[in-house]
């Protein structure tokens, strides 16, 4: 199947700095990419859809100015988390749709975000 | 509005005993449901899907439009099935997977 990879898998930072976490697509094309977000045992939350070339759309309650996504290449789209606090600390993940319109997702390792 | 709800957090069953994991959905349309599955330590990855109708590692489900429900089912559970479960539905097109929150299954040896 198709492989979806992030980076970095595990960040530790200062309250008030900015993380950038990449998510590529190493064997296919992915147009569309998707953020999600799971907390401690918890479902994944989606956040944000990540379009190639243009916006990304939020869900609601995500703020946009919080997690900037950019998506400005077929195989790569990242999210920053700006001027993180600690209860921005999480475990994020990005899926792509494997350049099909099945609806199986393929999903990243994770990155685990802990914010001091 | 599109729903998936897995109304138990947590199943624990003794090794070889039989499973159910219970998934309904709401949505006006014809979905494509899902399961998937994450293992202690590893990625979300998919088990199966309503319209291929195959059994994976034993575990099957089937779509009953008139229940709304998407059961995973296992005649008989192994250790190694320990893993978190989402069951998810998909609308049409590119848009976003729909999960539930997820049920964890506990296999007792």
């Known amino acids: 199947g198709a492989v979806v990879s992030q980076h970095p898998s595990w960040v530790i930072c200062k309250s008030g700095t900015s993380v950038k976490i990449e998510c590529r697509s190493l064997?296919?094309?992915?147009?569309?990419m998707f953020w999600y977000r799971q907390f401690p045992k918890q479902s994944l939350m989606l956040m944000a859809t990540?379009?190639?070339?243009?916006?990304?759309?939020?869900e609601q309650g995500v703020e946009k100015d919080k997690f900037l996504i950019n998506h400005a290449s077929l195989t790569l789209s990242t999210l920053t988390v700006t001027s993180a606090h600690p209860e921005d600390s999480s475990f994020y993940i990005c899926?792509?749709?494997?350049?099909?319109?099945?609806?199986?997702?393929?999903f990243g390792e994770g990155s685990r975000l802990t914010v001091l | 509005a599109q729903r998936v709800t897995q109304p138990e957090k947590l199943l624990s069953v003794f090794k070889g005993a039989p499973v159910e994991l219970k998934c309904n959905y709401s949505?006006?349309?014809?979905?494509?449901l899902f399961w998937y599955v994450q293992y202690s330590r590893q990625r979300l990855q998919l088990l199966l899907r309503h319209i291929s109708r195959e059994s994976i590692k034993g575990f099957t489900a089937d779509l009953n439009k008139g229940e709304t429900s998407f059961h995973l089912k296992k005649p008989f559970a192994q250790e190694e099935d320990s893993a978190m479960y989402y069951c998810?539905?998909?609308?049409?097109?590119?848009?976003?997977?729909?999960f539930g929150k997820g049920t964890r299954l506990s296999v007792i040896a």
């Open positions: 949505y006006s349309g014809s979905p494509e």
């Open positions: 064997d296919f094309q992915a147009t569309t």
């Open positions: 899926s792509a749709t494997g350049g099909t319109n099945t609806g199986e997702l393929f």
């Open positions: 990540s379009n190639e070339g243009s916006k990304a759309t939020y």
């Open positions: 998810a539905l998909h609308n049409s097109g590119n848009t976003p997977l729909v």
